[in-house]
């Protein structure tokens, strides 16, 4: 039985890394702004030392650290300015430093000791390079170079003394030390980068992977590197580590989203064996104590945790024994377990907990788990109407527009899809979005008062030629246009078309005004020459108070044009036609002779409400809804206008999550859209890797790097064609069943005579 109970302590700031002593009684955790070594007792941990003494530089910024597994007074820690910095805590000065490497040139992402020789220490960094010191020298062995913009993981193997693993993008190396200018074997592990790698302890065999495509992989490299088992996750994995005398169980954390340390038993990848709920936020470092029920941890909610597996959650405990799933096609699958456990049988199997007492707590449980027999039926949708269908999510990703327009068009584009496929909430979003961003001020260049009983003239420019219309948005109108009031008090638009405007556009067009917007065909005109003199700030929630701020024109009685206006004739004859409009536009001001148009001046006012806050929710409520299309197509559209309000691991997470839908359905070039308008690091990146195809020897095996019909290795020459036996250098066609193939035109030629292989394989090939 084990002895420790599940504790905790508080820092001063965010814990990057962890790292034990060699018997696992201290620990070191480090940050930006934490360096501290532990004592772990029973009940508690105790400080021994800090090594954050004397004067604070970005040395003492840790991204790693590790702890020497020979010498137990030697430590070594990694810094966001690639320095790498050795401690010796030994010394007798206030300071522990020993020595400060600046070989690297940019962040050092990891460290690790040697396993038996203690002045050997390898460190990756987002150079590229990978550096072997030699600390007795305080020098640099050996550069390993990767050639490739950023090493994530180093770490030596624990069963061969030369051999040591590196990750790099998608990549994983097996090195050789003895030899720094080539890996001894590479592999491509996941479908994004690989974020960590942990050997084994026991099988010299395995070693695990994790990376951002939400998977952890066991890798079988005793010979050509082989898949072994793969667990499926929920958010991109930070740390993977194997746990101690248990050759199944591996823990994780993530790097965004999920807060829990689960262990997996790679036997059962869909489900984790355990999970660990203490930590706020997300988990940065995980160390096992030599022992497999306990270990430590820290995260960036300034904590550093004891774990005890008996204060676990087993979430297999609560799972339910029924499975249901739909397809995309609306079909349903039904699962049942042909033996379900009973409630008492359930109650048995509660673990032991050291968070109540000991006479209260149960039999401790086995760390087994029993395999379950289901049987699975799988029901078709064959209705009419398919109520399941994803259709709409195909058709909104392929018609969306996300960019090339102004905000406004893309709005209503997008609204009007979905407003197409009866998503009508979907629509109002859209609809917001375009009345927050879209519409936010217009311009109000000149306001003033007309006499209604005399006809004013408000002529062309004979320079410009054109006329401008003050409205929410910019309008040109024709040269000859110009209003015209009839004794009935219908408005006559004459203009070289000669259109007429109904009494209902006429009625329209009052509505307009009192709500605060002008008709496309406004009834006031301005010269060219008038709308650069003074512009103002209109906000159409402001309407009710132009009269209190503002500036009053009221033009003279009399029979010519004012003085200060050129432009198109425009009368306004009708008295009573004034005084309707007096009645729906509060700050029209009618009298028998003149109607005054007040104005106010709004160029400095700000909106005083400020919608961002609600569009944020509103891209949280569609994701926490299951809807990540619609917040990823939001945070797209709005651009910068919002990203700086969204957290950026919650922006990956939406994004990479409809990306991976959108590769579900095949739509490749729609997530490719997706992924040029991120600018998103982490996302940006993915139509930028894998886009090299290397083939191999058909005789050793080796892959072709130099060229595609030679072989660096066993000098022989690939790519033959089957009917002339010249290597081919152009375009090569193959049979996908014998894997003989040749130059076109000679396989055309064969196989219009012919229906076996040239080779004489006896292979029936097909040429289409």
Known sequence: MSVG?????????????ISNNKDATQCAVAGRNVFKIFSIEDEEFVERMSLRVGKVNL?????????????????????TNGALVTWNLNKCSKSKQDHIFTDHKRTVNKVSFHP??????LSGSLDGTIMLFDLRKKEVSSVFRTGTDCVRDVSFSPHHYFTFMATHDNIVDLWDLR?????ERQFTAHNGPVFSCDWHPEDKRWIATGGRDKTIKVWDIQYRPYLEHTIQTIASIARIKWRPQRKYHIASCSQVVDFSINVWDVRRPFIPFAAFNEHKDVTTGIAWRHDPHIFLSVSKDSTLYQHV?????????TVSPIGLALNIHGDVSHAISDKLESTETAKAGNYQSTKVPSFFRPPSRSELFKSANSQVQVYQNCGSKNNLSMDWFVISAKKYQLSGKP??????????????????????????????????TVQIQRTYTMDSTTDYSLRNNQDKGKQRLENHIDYEVEKSTKQVVDNSGASVIQSDSETDMSDYEHEKQLSNIASGLVSAHGDFFFGDGEDDQMGYDYETSSLTDLDKHGQDWTLPNRSGPPANMNGSTSSLNDATEMSDIAQVFP?????????????????DQKRQWDGTQVVVDVLHHYAEKGDVQMSASLLLVLGERIRSHIDEHTQEHWLMSYVDLLGRFQLWSCANDVIKLSNHAAVSILNQQSTVLHTTCDKCGKTLLRSGWLCDKCKSLTNSCCVCHHTVRGMYVWCQGCSHGGHLQ???????????????CGHFCELN
């Open 5 to 17: 109970r599940t504790m905790l302590c508080t820092q001063e700031g965010p814990l990057n890394t």
């Open 59 to 79: 040395n003492l910024s840790c991204t790693d650290v590790a702890w020497n597994p020979v010498e137990d007074h030697i430590l070594a820690s990694a810094a």
């Open 116 to 121: 038996t020789e203690a002045h050997l220490l």
């Open 179 to 183: 030899r720094t200018d080539k890996y």
């Open 309 to 317: 597996f008996r204060d676990a959650v087993r979430p297999a405990d």
């Open 407 to 440: 905000l406004k068009d893309l709005c209503e584009h997008n609204a009007a899809i979905s407003e197409h496929l009866k998503r009508y909430d979907v629509a109002q979003s859209w609809h917001m979005l375009k009345s927050l961003y879209a519409n936010d």
């Open 587 to 603: 700050t029209v001001e009618t009298n028998k002779e003149t109607v005054l148009l007040t104005t106010n001046d709004l160029a």
């Open 746 to 760: 000679h396989l055309q030629e064969w196989f219009s005579k012919e229906t076996k292989c040239p080779t004489g």
